[in-house]
């Protein structure tokens, strides 16, 4: 028998290459020239800079599953970036894009589970409402969220917008979010704070309902802490 072959690693930039359908080219890190802007630099080159990391690997994913809506989220965060330039603070627009680029996503839920969230009634939201997490549909977007669940701890959170009833393929949902990603309305922050090891199904640790009783991480809504004697 002959020498075993050593297996040959490639650079996360050609390994996102080697995907098909890809809308975007992945380079190396040193693609970006200096003082450049990385948003600036990926909606004039259509290139991505690319480190060898669990960051921007999820990240070239998240190129490949959603690329209308990465498309026109980097078209937003360019135009900011034109209008605006760049400065020590981001903006509301800037800073909501990227909120949502890494640590977004979709959320399609039946309406007593929206109210409990929005209203922060964890022990409604996961306790009390649990049966109808069966029909939910939680789908991540950002880059970010995906490297903190590599290793999960209790605190992490994605920030939800809500999806339409029901989400019928990525495909669609892809379409529809690149749609709603309107200037105006996105530097609102439209997001929705959820505890992701929260939702049934996605922790073990979760199926005691004293999970939940961590204020840490379950905080109340902020109305209810201002009633707080």
């Not at 921007?56 to 135009?79: H, M």
């Not at 929206?114 to 964890?122: C, E, K, Y």
Request: proline share 11%; charged share 20%.
């Amino acid at each position: 028998m002959g020498e075993p072959v050593a297996r040959q690693e490639l650079p996360v930039h050609r390994a996102l290459q080697c995907l098909p359908a890809m809308p975007v080219q992945f380079a190396p890190q040193d693609d970006l020239p200096e003082g450049a802007a990385y948003e600036q630099h990926i909606f004039d080159t259509r290139r991505v800079p690319t480190r060898d990391n669990l960051h921007d690997f999820f990240n070239g994913l998240v190129w490949l599953q959603f690329p209308q809506a990465k498309r026109r989220l980097n078209e937003l965060q360019a135009g900011a970036i034109a209008a605006h330039g760049i400065g020590a603070v981001r903006g509301p627009l800037r800073d909501a894009l990227t909120v949502f680029d890494e640590n977004g996503a979709l959320l399609d839920a039946p309406a007593p589970l929206w109210d409990a969230l929005n209203a922060r009634q964890w022990q409604r939201l996961f306790v009390d409402l649990r049966p109808l997490w069966r029909e939910a549909r939680l789908v991540l977007f950002g880059h970010a969220l995906l490297e903190k669940l590599v290793t999960p701890r209790k605190p992490i959170v994605a920030h939800v917008y809500r999806a339409p009833a029901p989400m019928a393929s990525l495909a669609q949902a892809d379409a529809w979010l690149a749609q709603q990603m309107q200037p105006e309305y996105w530097a609102t922050k439209p997001f929705t704070p959820l505890p992701v090891l929260g939702v049934p199904g996605w922790w073990a640790a979760n199926e005691d309902p004293c999970f939940y009783a961590d204020p840490q991480v379950f905080r109340p809504s902020r109305a209810m802490s201002d009633r707080t004697p």
